[in-house]
């Protein structure tokens, strides 16, 4: 029952509207309480004045486990040896870094910028255990992961048969059997299509050849059965068209195809490209449009996917992607196939300050930060390590607060960008508390952790404290101190303490009904027996952590 105060510091917390409030913070046993008991004293006290305050980072879309994050590291050694190695401490251990780091490193490097809490977005269900294996060797972080649905056999079989009720009985047992934490939907039908020897799918009502299943079919189906499910976070969406010129029109049609349902929208910037598919020359930015959109649809939210320049490794559950990104940088590559799941591939890419078409992808992420009014509806991501690792978040934050660095860098770019873009006219500049609802209160909420994201009384004691410095970047990238569930983990840049970080998963319920059914499709078609699928709760790293979803509801 130790009380710890975090005294006197500069506390951004937005969602108790706390905006550069100096004030004490306090908590116990990792969660934060109002303050001490009638003559109750502090064990520890730690002195925050002058410094920033702010609850740890959620990242709510990265890719940091599972089988694409480790066919990456197989795949690039020399994405290791370029980056300098997390070296071997008394309390951590040695890993290697750069896009895609070793488990260790990843748990280090994240908290080492002030997170605490990470989302992998892209799970083949088949490989939860494994995932869940490897977040229980990625030390510090809270950790979550969404599966793969969208070209999930089984799910368009039944929605292809119009049996929405036994798709939404499969998607409860399979987020239960996976502990999992939410349904995600990658070029819904389209690599379903391309595994199978087709080609990919182009428009939202095109069919996958041997399915009567559409993605606007998949995309109702699977929104539907989030909201019905009574998941904390809503479908989490990669549209159909990724990186295609001209693929704004598909990310309109499918926010409409929605028609009002709950849904986010990930890696949005690469999703928002104006011009025809057959002229790469015309491509150009669709933001503008696409933002307005969002503006007037708060059931809709998105993260951005922000480029960066850099080396750094596409890697996508879309494996037709893959292999057009293998085309068009002529670099290595590797695809993969999860059985009746999902696909992957995996190009390594250099963003390029002089390439036209990397130069514009950077100004249209930053275009989707300055133009969506509301930063509650976007959280800041770089989809690491596809637009840019996770490390490279301070220089985002840099060029959100500072108009004037943002015109320098805009200055050197390809200069066609200039001209497809309206980032020059974008004076916007992010406040402290903007940072802090893109990068934790924002994202935090989205997903529905009510625990994360902010200092209020009950939430977990995730805290990052800033040294308040006007370089931000600096300031971004060595917090002074980082507590996860009220412990010291990260003190001036070194590791104090490795704690494990929990696993958020949810339980929604489902009709068990459709168990036989399930059971005949594994015994069919799986290389893996029926009842050797689901994980038990003794695969969760550090125990689980149910999320608020209603557990004990079952759907009639
Ligand atoms: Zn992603």
């Known amino acids: 029952m130790t009380l710890t105060r ?6 951004h917390d937005p969602a108790n509207n706390r905006d550069g409030v100096v004030m004490d913070l306090w908590f116990r046993d990792g969660v934060m309480v109002e303050g001490p008991g009638p003559g109750e004293l502090p064990s520890r006290t730690h ?16 890719h940091i486990a599972g089988p694409k994050v480790n066919l990456a590291r197989k795949m690039r050694p020399e994405d290791h040896r370029e980056a300098a190695p997390v070296r071997r401490t008394p309390i951590t251990r040695s890993g290697t870094a750069g896009s895609v780091p070793s488990t260790f490193a990843t748990g280090y490097l994240y908290a080492g910028l002030g997170y605490t809490t990470a989302v992998d977005a892209a799970i083949p269900p088949l490989a939860a255990r494994h995932t869940h294996e490897e977040f229980h060797d990625t030390p510090i972080l809270d950790k979550a992961f969404l599966i793969l649905m969208g070209n999930n056999y089984y799910a368009l079989k039944a929605i292809a048969e119009g049996e929405y009720e036994r798709a939404r009985a499969f998607a409860g047992w399979l987020l239960e059997s996976s502990r999992a934490y939410g349904i995600k939907v990658v070029n819904p039908g389209g690599v379903e299509a391309w595994k199978s020897g087709w080609n990919n799918i182009h428009s939202l009502d095109e069919e996958v050849p041997h399915l009567p299943v559409t993605p606007r079919m998949i995309l109702r189906g699977l929104a539907q059965a989030s909201m019905d499910l009574g998941l904390p976070h809503p479908v989490h969406i990669h549209c159909n068209n990724l990186g295609l010129p001209g693929n704004a029109a598909t990310t309109i049609g499918t926010m409409e195809a929605l028609e009002g349902r709950r849904a986010h929208l990930a890696h949005i910037q690469f999703h928002s490209y104006g011009g025809e598919v057959s002229d790469q020359a015309s491509f150009r930015s669709d933001v503008p449009r696409l933002a307005d959109w969002i503006n007037s649809h708060p059931e ?3 993260d ?3 480029v960066l320049f850099g080396s750094t490794t596409s890697m996508t559950g879309d494996g037709p992607l893959g292999y057009f990104l293998h085309q068009v940088t002529g670099r290595k590559w590797t695809s993969a196939d999860t059985e009746m799941e999902a696909g992957c591939g995996i190009v390594p890419i250099v963003y390029k300050e002089k390439s036209f078409v990397h130069a514009l992808q950077w100004a249209i992420g930053l275009e989707w930060y300055l133009l969506v009014k509301d930063p509650w509806r976007v959280g800041m991501s770089t989809d690491h390590p596809n637009g840019a690792s996770f490390v490279a978040y301070p220089e985002l934050v840099a060029l959100l607060m500072d108009r004037g660095y943002r015109r320098d860098v805009l200055n050197r770019v390809h200069p066609r960008v200039r001209e497809r873009s309206i980032l020059q006219d974008l004076d916007r500049e992010y406040t402290l508390q903007e940072i802090a609802i893109i990068s934790r209160a924002g994202p935090a909420r989205l997903l529905g952790l009510s625990t994360k994201g902010h200092l209020g009384v009950g939430a977990d004691a995730d805290i990052t404290i800033y040294n308040s410095d006007r370089d931000r970047r600096r300031m971004f990238e060595l917090p002074r101190m980082v507590f996860k569930a009220g412990e010291l983990v990260v003190d001036r840049g070194e590791i104090r303490a490795e704690s494990r970080g929990l696993t958020w998963h949810v339980c929604p319920g489902y009709d068990d009904g459709v168990l036989p059914d399930i059971r005949r499709w594994f015994e069919s078609y799986y290389t893996i027996r029926f009842r050797n699928y689901p994980v038990d709760d003794s695969c969760l790293s550090g125990g689980g952590a149910v999320s608020p979803c209603d557990r004990g509801k079952r759907n009639p």
């Open 6 to 11: 975090i005294r006197g510091g500069t506390v």
């Open 47 to 62: 002195d925050a004045s002058g410094l920033v305050v702010m609850p740890g980072g959620v990242d709510m879309h990265c």
């Open 300 to 302: 809709v939210s998105v």
């Open 304 to 306: 951005v996917g922000q």
